[in-house]
């Protein structure tokens, strides 16, 4: 049997791993804040032959998150984590405030749980969800970028340090996919993927044990060029990005 526990997975890219590992022999760890939706969801996977646990919960909890996480890993140990929820739209401070709790400290109150676990004894996967946005400060959305980037670099960094120790950490980076985020956006999305593509893109990445799991293609090539831009001109192009949505 092989476990998955998947934060997010009401909706967009965790909904589409969710399904996209719903199979007889596996197990699931499902986790989100949509209570309706998350059980939905679940419904769809066992339906697939998987089984399915769920948990309402909020990433930024870091005891309610260790608890469940731990419970998890005890009922049978974890093979694969998904630290995937994530949010958007930086109307405030209160909201960038919230975008940074969401999209880093809820990260590392997923993968830390499960990387002790997984250090203890040599094996295991762990996938951070960060975003093409990564690779720059966007001035549209210069919180979600920022955390992101956080998100990508402190990936890069464990794969690093336990590259020797059986735990395999990748970061997911991907460009437009259907979520509600990008639901709320009302521009241009160039290379758009449908979700269901997404995950089979990340399911495929997280085989391989593959370091940046980036996509599509031509997003993953601007991604590079934006890391690459002196930060003068970079600030330039992206200046007139139009803002995510919330």
Same mark, same amino acid.
């Given at each position: 049997?092989?476990?998955?526990?998947?934060?997010?997975?009401?909706?967009?890219?965790?909904?589409?791993?969710?399904?996209?590992?719903?199979?007889?022999?596996?197990?699931?760890?499902?986790?989100?804040?949509?209570?309706?939706?998350?059980?939905?969801?679940?419904?769809?996977?066992?339906?697939?032959?998987?089984?399915?646990?769920?948990?309402?919960?909020?990433?930024?909890?870091?005891?309610?998150?260790?608890?469940?996480?731990?419970?998890?890993?005890?009922?049978?140990?974890?093979?694969?984590?998904?630290?995937?929820?994530?949010?958007?739209?930086?109307?405030?401070?209160?909201?960038?405030?919230?975008? @940074?709790?969401?999209?880093?400290?809820?990260?590392?109150? &997923? $993968?830390?749980?499960? /990387?002790? *676990?997984?250090? =203890?004894?040599? +094996?295991?996967?762990?996938?951070?969800?960060?975003?093409?946005?990564?690779?720059?400060?966007?001035?549209?959305?210069?919180?979600?970028?920022?955390?992101?980037?956080?998100?990508?670099?402190?990936?890069?960094?464990?794969?690093?340090?336990?590259?020797?120790?059986?735990?395999?950490?990748?970061?997911?980076?991907?460009?437009?996919?259907?979520?509600?985020?990008?639901?709320?956006?009302?521009?241009?999305?160039? @290379?758009?993927?449908?979700?269901?593509?997404?995950?089979? &893109? $990340?399911?495929?990445? /997280?085989? *391989?044990?593959? =370091?940046?799991? +980036?996509?599509?293609?031509?997003?993953?090539?601007?991604?590079?060029?934006?890391?690459?831009?002196?930060?003068?001109?970079?600030?330039?192009?992206?200046?007139?990005?139009?803002?995510?949505?919330?």
């Amino acid at each position: 049997m092989t476990t998955i526990l998947i934060t997010g997975a009401s909706s967009g890219i965790g909904e589409a791993l969710a399904k996209a590992y719903a199979e007889p022999g596996n197990r699931l760890c499902l986790s989100g804040r949509d209570e309706t939706r998350l059980n939905a969801v679940a419904t769809q996977c066992r339906d697939a032959g998987a089984s399915v646990d769920t948990a309402q919960l909020d990433v930024t909890d870091r005891d309610s998150m260790r608890t469940w996480i731990e419970a998890c890993d005890d009922a049978a140990p974890l093979d694969i984590v998904v630290a995937n929820a994530g949010i958007a739209g930086e109307a405030d401070e209160d909201a960038v405030r919230r975008i @940074f709790d969401v999209n880093l400290t809820g990260v590392l109150n &997923t $993968v830390h749980p499960a /990387l002790d *676990r997984m250090l =203890a004894r040599k +094996s295991g996967t762990i996938a951070l969800v960060s975003s093409i946005a990564g690779n720059r400060g966007f001035p549209s959305a210069p919180a979600y970028s920022a955390a992101k980037a956080a998100v990508l670099a402190y990936a890069e960094g464990l794969r690093g340090k336990h590259g020797r120790d059986g735990v395999t950490v990748c970061a997911v980076c991907p460009g437009f996919v259907r979520s509600r985020i990008t639901d709320a956006n009302d521009f241009p999305m160039p @290379f758009f993927m449908e979700a269901d593509r997404a995950a089979a &893109t $990340v399911r495929k990445g /997280l085989a *391989r044990g593959t =370091a940046k799991i +980036s996509f599509p293609w031509q997003m993953r090539l601007s991604g590079w060029l934006m890391r690459a831009l002196p930060s003068g001109l970079g600030t330039t192009l992206t200046a007139r990005l139009p803002e995510k949505g919330s």
